[in-house]
Nanobody, 124 residues
Framework: QVQLVESGGGLVQAGGSLRLSCAASLRTFSRYAMGWFRQVPGKEREFVAAISRSGGNTNYSDSVKGRFTISRDNAKNAVYLQMNSLKPEDTAVYYC?????????????????WGQGTQVTVSS
């Protein structure tokens, strides 16, 4: 059974940092591109960042570019999201997801597995 488990969320003041982690039970983790998405109540889940299978390619939404960094450790079956200079508008539930695409995708339906999410709250 495939599981993606996020951790590292919490409450932080604006301007602060958090590091999210996602542990994957995927047997062939390196065959999956990984992504982070976020969602606030009443809104659609939106793309945040993605990383290719090897980790050599990344892409970000315009709203987080320059502040967030996605990385992965294929030996540990893990993907991370370092979030710096956090803003109140970053408040959301953050989800990690796994995709069989090569470079990752900005599109939700191209992801095969999803975690349960971790809450990030940024106070002003």
């Amino acid at each position: 059974q495939v599981q993606l488990v996020e951790s590292g969320g919490g409450l932080v003041q604006a301007g602060g940092s958090l590091r999210l982690s996602c542990a994957a039970s995927l047997r062939t983790f390196s065959r999956y591109a990984m992504g982070w998405f976020r969602q606030v109540p009443g809104k659609e889940r939106e793309f945040v960042a993605a990383i290719s299978r090897s980790g050599g390619n990344t892409n970000y939404s315009d709203s987080v570019k320059g502040r967030f960094t996605i990385s992965r450790d294929n030996a540990k079956n893990a993907v991370y999201l370092q979030m710096n200079s956090l803003k109140p508008e970053d408040t959301a539930v953050y989800y990690c997801a796994a995709s069989l695409t090569l470079y990752g995708s900005r599109v939700l339906y191209e992801y095969d597995y999803w975690g349960q999410g971790t809450q990030v709250t940024v106070s002003s």
